[in-house]
């Protein structure tokens, strides 16, 4: 399991440039973050998330009983299961050519949600106050619209994604505010608009987890609590991203108190995105086969298991890996396209009965369009 702590970034980086468009598609890998969301900047360290007003937390037993009467009057219906990806392309050097070639082709595959990372928006709003940042504002909104508009006309919705492990820590959870805060003014500002908003932070990688674990996760789930209210009464779904070992049942992450319980890292979270309705959280089960000892569907069946105890509206997405990353078990780079298909179906078949399934994941849709 460590192993894949690690192998979740250890990822081949770097942008290609040439005029290919199928071979820029299939060169581009999950980027470096950018400076600005790794290093802290001292002139906004001390910004800070506001809070709704006159917010009064619900205690989780009347949550509980209150989700129970509710799903008793919910009718099953049909409902649309995600086929979501991640796009790491940096925004301002994604062409129209580029756009137009990589949403054709996910659309070709299935793909009705992409995860656009958008972190390298901290470059502009660290920037000093003036023309030229107003100017390089304007053109990133542009190519986001352009996107946005160009994937909404294939039936593909957008999430503005974006993280890195240390947003939670000290001084730093203000670039989380920065890009929540941008990706509200541009939805309301707009006419194409972001379907929701993802936090893709892993702090699990961090130096200060090894050490301690406990407060690490506990700041984790205070940004996510904080962003949740900061997102306010926007109609923005928030998913966050985490591995598959965050369920009480793994005992691989320690119980702590937040908001008045002692719980898991996950079912904190579940308690936190159960306030937003469509939210999800998107369960990193990178491993390529589903069936049997510790296969895909054995690592995501706690987690789906918790919700559906909880009577939590929450969905859970199950995320595979297609990247050229070690260990070879936990992707199928370097298998095939059918096998994919495959095990996918196996996952969907044992999942789709649950009413907390929202569907599947692929990292990342470049190498999930290269696959053969």
């Known amino acids: 399991m460590l192993i894949i702590l690690v192998s979740v970034f250890n ?5 290609a440039h040439t005029n290919n468009v199928d071979a820029q598609i299939s060169l581009h890998s999950k980027r470096e973050a950018p400076k600005t969301a790794v290093l802290v900047n001292p002139e906004f360290a001390g910004l800070a998330f506001p809070a709704k007003e006159s917010e009064s937390l619900i205690p989780e037993q009347l949550a509980a009983v209150g989700r129970v009467v509710i799903s008793w009057f919910e009718s099953p219906g049909e409902k649309e299961e995600e086929h979501g990806s991640w796009i790491w392309t940096p925004t301002m050097q994604m062409s129209p050519e580029y756009i137009e070639s990589i949403l054709s082709r996910s659309k070709k595959e299935g793909v009705n949600v992409i995860y656009l990372s958008i972190d390298s928006y901290l470059d502009i709003f660290t920037m000093e106050k003036g ?4 100017r390089q504002k304007q053109l990133f909104t ?14 593909i919705e957008v999430d503005a994604e974006a993280g890195w492990q240390n947003w939670a820590e000290a001084g730093n959870e203000y670039k989380g505010l920065a890009i929540v805060n941008f990706v509200k003014n541009f939805n309301d500002s707009e006419e194409e608009k972001f379907r929701g908003f993802q936090y893709d932070v892993e702090p699990y990688l961090l130096e200060e987890y090894k050490e301690d674990p406990a407060p690490v996760l506990k700041r984790f789930a205070t940004l996510v609590d904080k962003t ?3 997102i306010g009464e926007s ?3 928030f998913s966050v991203v985490v591995p598959d070992f965050f369920d009480e049942k793994d005992k691989m992450t320690p119980k702590f108190s937040y908001a008045g319980r002692r719980a898991s890292i996950f079912k904190h979270l579940l308690n936190i995105l159960e306030r937003r309705e469509n939210s999800s959280i998107i369960i990193m089960s990178y491993r390529n086969f589903a069936e049997g000892k510790d296969g895909s569907i054995e690592v995501t069946e706690n987690e789906m298991k918790t919700a559906k105890k909880g009577r939590y509206s929450t969905q859970i997405i199950v995320a595979q890996e297609v990247g050229d990353v070690p260990p070879p078990y936990i992707t199928f780079h370097n298998t095939s396209k059918t096998h994919l298909e495959q095990e996918v179906a196996k996952i969907q078949s044992a999942f789709s009965p649950s009413a907390n399934f929202g569907g599947l994941a692929i990292h990342y ?8």
């Open 11 to 15: 990822q081949e980086k770097g942008v």
């Open 131 to 134: 023309l030229e940042r107003e």
């Open 228 to 230: 949740e209210k900061f």
């Open 142 to 155: 542009d190519k986001i619209r352009y996107f946005i508009k160009s994937a909404n006309q294939k039936g």
């Open 235 to 237: 109609d923005l779904r």
């Open 365 to 372: 849709i470049n190498a999930y369009l290269d696959l053969r």
